[in-house]
Structure formats: structure tokens, C-alpha cells
């Protein structure tokens, strides 16, 4: 009977990934013909996506558990850099941050059908590792919008990971905070690679827990961004990750 539990709940919420995305997208993007401001219609498009990612993460129908909501500074502008084990962490870090934030994620979820349009007017930003002029363009937009009190949702690792545990941290999101100067809130996120591990479509019951660090200052890397600094700063950052999730 587990099993076909676990059969009709996989099913069920891979339709309701399909039908909340057509609805919610052409509701949107009805509404969102009368904005005439750019901002706002990003800002519009972002209450859409958390919208979106909190009815699927409700869907999935984990239990979710979150401490250090009050680690947030208010007013302004931060980098949140969470590990990523499962598709789920979008959606549910769509539901608990507060707004508003953009995601840097990977090329791939730009090209999904209603997603992909959806993502791309909420201001989301692609990034794609293997076209380095492109990621050396995406980097100096990613900090431009941080200076204009813009947060920003960055998985380090730039991947999924495919065993649970956490991969390195790429280069480029210690090169962003060094360049922006931000404060860094570190995410630790456990469970979702349990309830959907990369490559399986099937949805496991669970628990998953998303811990919220205090926010970090990296101010010893700003004056040197050589290769040699940043790569001591993707080490510190996924050490305190790394504490924060086996704690």
C-alpha cells in the first residue's frame, strides 16, 4: 500500500506542478499587461512564483521546519546562499523567505514550458557554467542589482547535489559577495534530497528542516579578489553552511 501511496502522491503532484504553472502564468501575465513599470512588474511576477512555490511545497505534502526566520536583517539588501539537495528547496524557500528576492539558478528551468516565461518576468537570472563570457556577464548583473537593495537566492554548489552531502562552492558567489559587500545569510537545508533525490520523479514522505544562520560579513575578502581569495572565502562560507546543517 506504500507503494501505492507513494505512486498516486508523485503523480498527483507533478499534475498540480503542471496546472498551478499554467494558471498562475496566464493569470499573471493577464494582470500584468496593465503594469506599465518594470519594477513593479517584476515585483508582481515574484508574488506569482511565491505563490506558486508555496502551493507545490504544500503539495508535496513534507513536514517543514524552520528556525532563524529573525536572523533576516530588514532594509536591506542580502545573499542568501542555501545548499541544495532536491528541486523542493526552491519551493520552499519560495514559501518562508520573506520578500523579495530573485533567484540566480541554472539555465535548465528557463526552458520549461510556463516556468520558464514565469521565472524570467519575476527577474530571475540564468546562469549557465559551462558559457564563461555569459557567467562573467550574469556576475556584474547580479551585483548591480544587489547595490540596488536587491536580495538574491544563490545555490554555491551550482548543482544538485547527487548524494545528500555538500558538494563545493563555486568561485562566483564568493566573486558576488566580494564585489557587492552584502551581508550573507547562510541556509542549511536537510531532508528534501530524501523526499526527491536527483533523477527520481517519485515523492517520499518526510521531514525536511531549513535552518537560517546570522548573517555574515565577509569584510577580510573585499579588498582582494584574486582567485586564491575567493576560493579561501567558498571554503569559509560552506564550513559555516556545513556547521550550521550538523548542528
Known amino acids: ?3 501505492i501511496f507513494s505512486f498516486v502522491h508523485s503523480a498527483v503532484f507533478w499534475f498540480l506542478t503542471f496546472f498551478y504553472s499554467v494558471i498562475i502564468v496566464s493569470a499573471s501575465y493577464a494582470a500584468a499587461l496593465f503594469i506599465k513599470n518594470e519594477d513593479e512588474k517584476n515585483r508582481f511576477y515574484q508574488k506569482g ?3 506558486w512555490g508555496s502551493l507545490l511545497a504544500d503539495a508535496a505534502s513534507l513536514k517543514v521546519s524552520v528556525s532563524g526566520l529573525e536572523n533576516i536583517p530588514a532594509g536591506t539588501a542580502v545573499i542568501f ?3 541544495h539537495q532536491s528541486y523542493l528547496d526552491i519551493f520552499i524557500l519560495l514559501k518562508i523567505l520573506p520578500p523579495s528576492f530573485r533567484f540566480v539558478i541554472m539555465r535548465s528551468l528557463f526552458k520549461v514550458p510556463f516556468i520558464g516565461h514565469h521565472i524570467t518576468q519575476a527577474g530571475f537570472i540564468s546562469l549557465d557554467r559551462k558559457d564563461r563570457k555569459g557567467s562573467v556577464l550574469t556576475i556584474h548583473r547580479v551585483i548591480d542589482l544587489l ?4 536580495s538574491f537566492v544563490i545555490f554555491p554548489e551550482g548543482k544538485l547535489t547527487s548524494d545528500g552531502g555538500i558538494g563545493e562552492f563555486g568561485r562566483g558567489t564568493s566573486i558576488i559577495i566580494q564585489h557587492s559587500r552584502v551581508p550573507v545569510v547562510p541556509i542549511a537545508i536537510d531532508g528534501t534530497f530524501a523526499a526527491l533525490p536527483k533523477g527520481q520523479w517519485r515523492i517520499k514522505k518526510g521531514v525536511a528542516t531549513v535552518k537560517i544562520g546570522k548573517p555574515v560579513r565577509f569584510e577580510k ?4 579578489v584574486s582567485k586564491a581569495r575567493s576560493l579561501e572565502l567558498s571554503e569559509e ?3 559555516i553552511v556545513v556547521d550550521l546543517k550538523s548542528c
Open 221 to 224: 575578502y573585499y579588498d582582494e
Open 1 to 3: 500500500m506504500t507503494g
Open 49 to 51: 512564483a511565491r505563490l
Open 81 to 83: 546562499t542555501p545548499n
Open 147 to 150: 547595490k540596488k537593495n536587491e
Open 237 to 239: 562560507l560552506r564550513k
